[in-house]
């Protein structure tokens, strides 16, 4: 027994002079493959995490017809004719490729400021992630959004949206700030009714965002197909939309950050194109792009105009202070929309729309759709009051005046039946795949 012992303690001594402290010894190259048991020693904690960022730093590999980058490298988006692209696996990605030798402007004159520091106590990690880029999803004025995977252990893989500033943007330091910024004040925003950003990260002096996906359609492609069916939505339907619509704003309005003060948000590009409904029945509100809070440097309101005219609030328009009462206007325009199949404003300037502001009223809906119901009229026109102080005090307001039409009599709009609606409305979509 104890030759076997004495033996033993032998072989651990032997194959322990083989293994190098890292403390001690040169570094192994990155890309060195670590050495297997059986060649007489085994890779330290080091040695291991090296190997596994050598494996990590690859990238530009073809997998399955899509583009696999760590993170990702940046694209320039089409002409935007207000139509999905076609689409198809791959689709786009050659501009992807292009870039690959753009090393872009100076990132010294364009490149917001990194993070503060970690308060004490704290500590961090990192760790490998890799972005796998199917195809392109749509083109915006800030950049372009594609349908991705973001890659992890043991074949982990969640589908996720990434958008990707366009370069030109880079040139403008104020528009860059906006896009990081935006990014970071929806990182927060944790709600059902809100479309989820997930990170923010830089590739090549190319920022990016890794965002919820969405496998929906917005509220413009919904009222643009009503529109060539010359057809209106159900009340009740367009009733519910906004409402959550109205939860989504609510949680945004009131936002606190991580010391307890308010961030004193207003989203100021509620519009169509900005909300979504996805094939189970929920309604998100996206692009917090032009949204203003008391921690963000954004540009005077009452000196740059920001915003899309025909939902502008009489405030937002006329260069006035806003807050959460301007998205509630620009969201009673919406509503009325969805009642009537028209549009309150539909200026090509903003003294154009000022003019129509303030020379006329709004026409009362049920003289466009005869038969729309009282109490709906009634809490569309208030959201549409030219004063402020008259309209919903808050978004929470709004929903429960929209909520109590619904289900003051019993059995109203569910997320389910807007999911039902939906398919009906696209039966050859697919809700459960990914295309």
């Known amino acids: 027994m104890r030759q076997n012992v004495g033996m033993a303690r032998k072989f651990v001594r032997k194959h322990r002079r083989g293994v190098k402290s890292p403390a001690t010894s040169a570094p192994r190259p990155a890309t060195q493959t670590p050495p297997e048991p059986d060649k007489g020693y085994y890779p330290t904690d080091s040695e291991a995490l090296r190997a596994a960022d050598a494996a990590l730093a690859e990238r530009g590999r073809r997998l399955d017809g899509a583009t696999e980058i760590d993170p ?11 139509q999905e692209p076609d689409g198809g696996p791959g689709e786009g990605l050659e501009a992807l490729e292009a870039l690959e030798a753009d090393d872009g402007p100076d990132p010294d004159a364009t490149l917001p400021p990194e993070a503060p520091k970690p308060p004490p106590g704290s500590r961090e990690f990192k760790y490998g992630t890799r972005l796998r880029v199917l195809r392109k999803i749509a083109d915006g004025g800030m950049g372009s959004v594609f ?49 989820q950003v997930y990170n923010l990260a830089r590739y090549k002096d190319r920022y990016f965002v890794v965002m919820e996906f969405l496998h929906a359609k ?87 105009i920001m915003g899309k005219f025909p939902y502008m609030s009489p405030e937002q328009a006329a260069a006035k202070p806003t807050d959460a009462r301007s998205d509630i206007f620009s969201l009673g325009l919406i509503l009325y929309e969805l009642l009537t199949g028209t549009r309150v404003y539909t200026p090509r300037t903003r003294d154009e729309l000022l003019k129509l502001m303030n020379n006329y009223r709004i026409r009362d809906p049920r003289k466009i759709v005869d038969d729309l119901p009282d109490e709906l009229v009634a809490i569309t026109m208030k959201a ?22 619904m289900y ?28």
Request: hydrophobic residues 40%.
């Open 384 to 405: 549409l009051e030219k004063d402020p102080a008259q309209r919903y005090k808050s978004a929470m307001a709004f929903g429960e005046a929209l909520e109590q039409f």
């Open 147 to 195: 349908l991705g995977e973001q890659l992890g252990d043991a074949g982990f893989a969640k589908t996720v949206a990434i958008k990707i500033i366009r370069s030109d943007r880079l040139a403008d330091p104020k528009a860059l700030q906006m896009f990081v910024d935006e990014a970071k004040l929806v990182a927060d925003l944790v709600h059902i009714n809100i479309a």
């Open 72 to 82: 990702l490298e940046a694209a320039e988006p089409t002409e935007d004719d207000g």
């Open 218 to 304: 917005s509220l413009s492609q919904y009222l643009h197909l009503f529109r060539e069916r010359k057809a209106r939505p159900p009340a009740d339907m367009s009733a519910f939309i906004v409402s959550r619509v109205c939860r989504g704003l609510d949680y945004a309005h009131g936002k606190r950050d991580r010391s307890g003060r308010p961030l004193g948000l207003v989203h100021r590009d509620v519009t169509p194109s900005n909300i979504m409904m996805d094939f189970r029945g929920a309604v998100k509100l996206t692009d917090f792009g032009i949204a203003k809070a008391l921690t963000m440097n954004m540009p005077d309101e009452t000196k740059v």
């Open 408 to 435: 003051g009599k019993g059995y109203g709009p569910t997320n389910e039946k807007l999911a039902a609606h939906l398919l009906e409305l696209w039966p050859d979509v697919d809700r459960d795949k990914v295309e």
